[in-house]
């Protein structure tokens, strides 16, 4: 018989409520930074686009790959060590800057090979400013994650905001000024290197004479941080594969048209980063007080509220994908909207945040085994699939792997929780949510079919229309509780009432 979870937490503890002080912080810049590749498509040809997304492409994977698991091992190490929180970033901040270091050295001596890789000669003369600013973000990295865990979820949320303001800033006015990526780059270096300076500074100021080196505590960091470094490191290799193999095989022009239709919706991570690395502190606290019920209560908590963000964001997507393409990124990148189509899936799974709970677990090794297994289900289906399908087919491929891995982590937390299969999620809720979403997406397409006007009056009507919908369809079948329903609703007078005072003040 099934063992059973004891009753040891007096109440369910929710990880969103500071999860979404963080997310206010990201969304701030929300706009700007979803912004940036709409106003390079209008600088750029598609061509140097292209390079431009390639160039992040690289910068994206190195950086992630250079960490070796270091810079997240501290929402690990810090809530269950606090006295020693200092000497364990330090152990960290010396890893990360080696690893910078190493990272631009051998970006560096590649330049030939990864513009040979990447069919496209013009990325040698970017390669120096990319490896600059590898070195400054990795010295940087653990900033949010110290505020976070040492529970400054508002200096986070700050951080973040400025961080991802200043980089859309860097990444817009140089090309609108000068219209060269030359410039981009330039200001992005810089910003990294002020960020860098702050995150030295706070460092110093929060930990004092506890930030020095620990050679026995390094030993411990490395056993937690190099199996999970490892599933990085095989992570990056099967979500990036997809993009290298197109880049191989294409033009930039063609690996443009790709990336635009994998669209990164900037609102996906800004609620799931910040919601998985709060579940992990507060599950990571409950396992050390004992309380082993309230991890499966978190769990179910952070599934569900992410349910409710991106189950309709998935389906709003794939609903209005021709306007949100051709209205953000010109009828140039038409092509892009079936693909846009099936990525919009890949929004609904990130819901479960399986591999926080595992991390949690220090399941670092099982997290390399499935990320072989969706490496290899990737490796093994993506050419076939591209030349099957075209573009599109990469992203079927993308999907499947991503379903593998979910469905076999969520096997191994039943084993981890010693639950039942109907315990492991609110499956009730999440059917009764998807068809809720269903039926949104029914009549937003009716309505959109009836409606002859230009493309942004149809996406706001569009949207509008599923959005009511779907709220009108939540409530009537009451999946909010009570607590969920005040909250709702404060956080609706509360901006209603921003707008109005903003509105006051102007008339003023």
């Given at each position: 018989?099934?063992?059973?979870?004891?009753?040891?937490?007096?109440?369910?503890?929710?990880?969103?409520?500071?999860?979404?002080?963080?997310?206010?912080?990201?969304?701030?810049?929300?706009?700007?930074?979803?912004?940036?590749?709409?106003?390079?498509?209008?600088?750029?040809?598609?061509?140097?686009?292209?390079?431009?997304?390639?160039?992040?492409?690289?910068?994206?994977?190195?950086?992630?790959?250079?960490?070796?698991?270091?810079?997240?091992?501290?929402?690990?190490?810090?809530?269950?060590a606090p006295l020693n929180a200092g000497r364990y970033l330090s152990n960290a901040l010396l890893f990360l800057g080696v690893a910078g270091l190493v990272g631009f050295a051998a970006l560096m001596a590649m330049k030939p090979q990864l513009a040979h890789w990447l069919s496209n000669p013009e990325l040698s003369r970017y390669v120096f400013w990319i490896g600059l600013y590898l070195f400054?973000?990795?010295?940087?990295?653990?900033?949010?994650?110290?505020?976070?865990?040492?529970?400054?979820?508002?200096?986070?949320?700050?951080?973040?905001?400025?961080?991802?303001?200043?980089?859309?800033?860097?990444?817009?006015?140089?090309?609108?000024?000068?219209?060269?990526?030359?410039?981009?780059?330039?200001?992005?270096?810089?910003?990294?290197?002020?960020?860098?300076?702050?995150?030295?500074?706070?460092?110093?100021?929060?930990?004092?004479?506890?930030?020095?080196?620990?050679?026995?505590?390094?030993?411990?960091?490395?056993?937690?941080?190099?199996?999970f470094g490892l599933a990085i490191l095989i992570e990056i290799l099967q979500g990036s594969l997809p993009q290298y193999v197109v880049a191989y095989l294409s033009s930039p022009a063609t690996f443009a048209v790709f990336t635009i239709g994998c669209l990164s919706i900037p609102l996906v991570?800004?609620?799931?980063?910040?919601?998985?690395?709060?579940?992990?502190?507060?599950?990571?606290?409950?396992?050390?007080?004992?309380?082993?019920?309230?991890?499966?209560?978190?769990?179910?908590?952070?599934?569900?509220?992410l349910a409710l963000l991106f189950f309709p964001l998935a389906a709003l997507v794939a609903v209005a994908a021709r306007q949100i393409i051709v209205l953000l990124f010109t009828a140039k990148y038409a092509a892009s909207i079936p693909i846009l189509m099936v990525w919009s899936i890949t929004i609904l799974l990130t819901c479960l945040q399986v591999d926080g709970v595992l991390r949690v677990f220090a399941q670092t090794r099982l997290l390399v085994v499935l990320n072989l297994m969706r490496l290899a289900i990737i490796a093994g289906l993506i050419q076939w699939a591209l030349t099957r399908f075209s573009l599109i087919g990469a992203v079927f491929v993308i999907v499947l792997a991503t379903l593998a891995f979910k469905a076999a982590a969520l096997w191994r937390m039943k084993q981890l929780l010693h639950i039942r299969a109907a315990e492991l999620l609110p499956w009730r809720?999440?059917?009764?949510?998807?068809?809720?979403?269903?039926?949104?997406?029914?009549?937003?397409?009716?309505?959109?079919?009836?409606?002859?006007?230009?493309?942004?009056?149809?996406?706001?009507?569009?949207?509008a229309v599923y959005m009511v919908t779907y709220a009108l369809l939540v409530l009537r079948f009451g999946?909010?509780?009570?607590?969920?329903?005040?909250?709702?609703?404060?956080?609706?007078?509360?901006?209603?009432?921003?707008?109005?005072?903003?509105?006051?003040?102007?008339?003023?």
């Open positions: 018989m099934t063992a059973m979870l004891p009753e040891t937490t007096p109440r369910r503890e929710s990880v969103f409520r500071p999860a979404l002080l963080v997310m206010c912080g990201r969304t701030l810049a929300f706009a700007a930074t979803f912004f940036i590749p709409v106003v390079l498509v209008r600088v750029f040809d598609p061509a140097l686009f292209g390079t431009y997304k390639q160039l992040f492409l690289i910068l994206s994977t190195a950086f992630l790959v250079a960490q070796v698991g270091m810079a997240s091992s501290l929402y690990y190490f810090l809530p269950i400054l973000m990795l010295v940087s990295a653990p900033l949010e994650i110290v505020l976070i865990s040492r529970s400054r979820y508002l200096w986070a949320a700050t951080s973040y905001a400025v961080t991802d303001l200043a980089r859309a800033a860097a990444s817009i006015l140089p090309v609108l000024l000068f219209r060269q990526l030359d410039g981009l780059l330039k200001a992005m270096v810089f910003v990294a290197c002020v960020r860098a300076i702050i995150a030295m500074f706070y460092f110093r100021a929060e930990f004092g004479k506890t930030l020095r080196l620990d050679g026995a505590l390094l030993q411990r960091q490395l056993a937690y941080a190099l199996p991570d800004f609620a799931a980063s910040p919601t998985s690395d709060i579940m992990m502190v507060r599950m990571q606290e409950n396992l050390a007080a004992g309380r082993t019920r309230a991890v499966l209560e978190i769990w179910h908590d952070t599934t569900w509220k809720n999440l059917a009764a949510l998807l068809g809720v979403s269903a039926g949104a997406t029914v009549v937003a397409f009716g309505v959109q079919s009836l409606l002859d006007v230009p493309r942004f009056p149809l996406l706001l009507a569009t949207s999946l909010l509780d009570a607590g969920e329903q005040r909250a709702i609703v404060e956080w609706t007078g509360r901006t209603w009432q921003s707008v109005f005072g903003v509105l006051d003040y102007r008339k003023g």
